[in-house]
């Protein structure tokens, strides 16, 4: 094919393939970074009863309303309440309950007085206070019952991500197992035969294969499971020797071998099989996918890492969130400023990696270097990728930019 697609028609057909992983239920102990399948709800009132903000004392605000320096009131201490306690000790007028935060707030009081409002706080909390300060209103400190969320309410949605927030949410609501979807396998493939591993010396015309180490992070990153990190050579016949090693992958992603070159493995041993497009992007120009027979998705990404990191962000991370049943599969996009001028690619969207200060609401190049695909250097200084539209020519200080968001 050889007009241009854009970046949205090719991200189109590839969400089409996707369909949801299966679901199963996990303990929350091991669902860390897994997808909801289901809503979480409920399964108690929480707080599950009126209980207390402060350390301090139950008190009837009739009692104390009114009470100040000038004219202190004084009541009789009648029980401690500690957190946990089940007790719910009744007391008359004139009467208090030490009360410590969390606890259960006694059936007979309707305000707390903190500690600091008496005259002698916590040392001297047993026996008869002074409440020197009384509180604003009724219901002063007190939390209440259902508060957060009533038995039955939706506390997290399907298509959430399970974070720390959101499992402790799932805990605090009485939940110990939810449904997720499962984890898309991936196997990663970089191909050329002038890649070496990492920490190997390359002679000439060698260079480092950064692209397995690079796209097997990201892979883990969008809470997917690496499966297989694998290197083949320019042989086309070694493409489907390693397809066959990654029989148990959901997703396949080569690097490298798409383009129109002499020496295009991925080309020449899967042309039948999936297709390999044109995107109007730069880095990420030449670009293939498709499913297999067996339903495994095959995505063709080029060679170089900038080229790589773009379009698995672009293409390949909102795929595997989508394979996961991920409410949203996008990254964060923030419009900031130009603090630098640069020049785009004419006719295609530029992903620039670029490093941005959010705190003065400003963008520029990660690097000298702007936006070569080789540049892996670059990378690391990179905080996102500058979006620029295909029909601008070229950015000015003090343009508005949208900026991809990236950890």
Do not use: C
Not at 3 to 9: H, S
Not at 83 to 110: L, N, Q, Y
Not at 154 to 182: C, K, M, Q
């Amino acid at each position: 094919m050889s007009e241009l697609l854009t970046v949205e028609e090719h991200r189109a057909r590839i969400l089409a393939a996707v369909r949801p992983l299966p679901v199963e239920t996990v303990r929350l102990a091991d669902a860390a970074g897994r997808t909801l399948a289901s809503d979480v709800r409920a399964r108690h009132d929480l707080p599950g009863d009126d209980n207390s903000s402060m350390d301090g004392f139950a008190v009837r605000f009739a009692d104390v309303e009114g009470a100040d320096a000038e004219n202190p009131v004084s009541l009789r201490v009648i029980a401690d309440l500690p957190a946990g306690s089940a007790d719910d000790p009744g007391f008359g007028p004139g009467e208090a309950v030490r009360i410590m935060t969390g606890a259960p707030v006694p059936t007979g009081a309707d305000a707390i007085v903190p500690f600091e409002d008496t005259a002698g706080g916590l040392a001297d909390s047993l026996g008869t206070i002074e409440v020197l300060r009384a509180p604003t209103a009724a219901g002063a400190f007190i939390r209440s019952r259902g508060g957060d969320v009533r038995t039955g309410d939706i506390v997290l949605s399907a298509g959430e991500r399970l974070g720390p927030y959101a499992l402790a949410a799932a805990a605090a609501a009485g939940v110990d197992r939810v449904e997720v979807r499962r984890r898309p396998r991936v196997a990663v493939v970089s191909t050329g035969s002038e890649l070496v591993p990492p920490g190997a010396a390359p002679g000439r015309g060698q260079t480092p294969d950064s692209n397995a180490t690079l796209l097997a992070s990201l892979v883990a990153d969008a809470d997917a499971e690496v499966v297989l990190v694998a290197h083949a050579s320019d042989d086309a016949g070694e493409i489907d020797a390693v397809l066959t090693r990654a029989a148990e992958a959901d997703v396949v992603v080569f690097t490298g071998g798409v383009s129109a070159g002499a020496y295009e493995p991925v080309r020449q041993a899967l042309s039948d099989r999936i297709a390999f497009v044109k995107v109007a992007m730069q880095p990420g120009k030449p670009q293939a996918f498709g499913v297999l027979d067996d339903g495994r998705l095959v995505f063709g990404l080029p060679g170089n890492p900038v080229s790589v990191a773009v379009s698995f962000e672009v293409f390949v991370r909102p795929a595997l969130l989508a394979l996961q049943g991920r409410g949203v599969i996008d990254r964060r996009v923030a419009r900031v400023t130009a603090s630098e001028a640069w020049k785009t690619p004419p006719g295609r969207r530029q992903y620039l990696p670029a490093a941005v200060d959010l705190i003065a609401g400003t963008v520029r190049p990660a690097t000298a270097g702007g936006s070569g695909s080789h540049l892996a250097a670059s990378l690391a200084r990179a905080e996102a990728f500058a979006i620029v539209p295909a029909e601008v020519a070229s950015v000015a200080v003090g343009d508005a930019v949208d900026v991809m968001l990236i950890p």
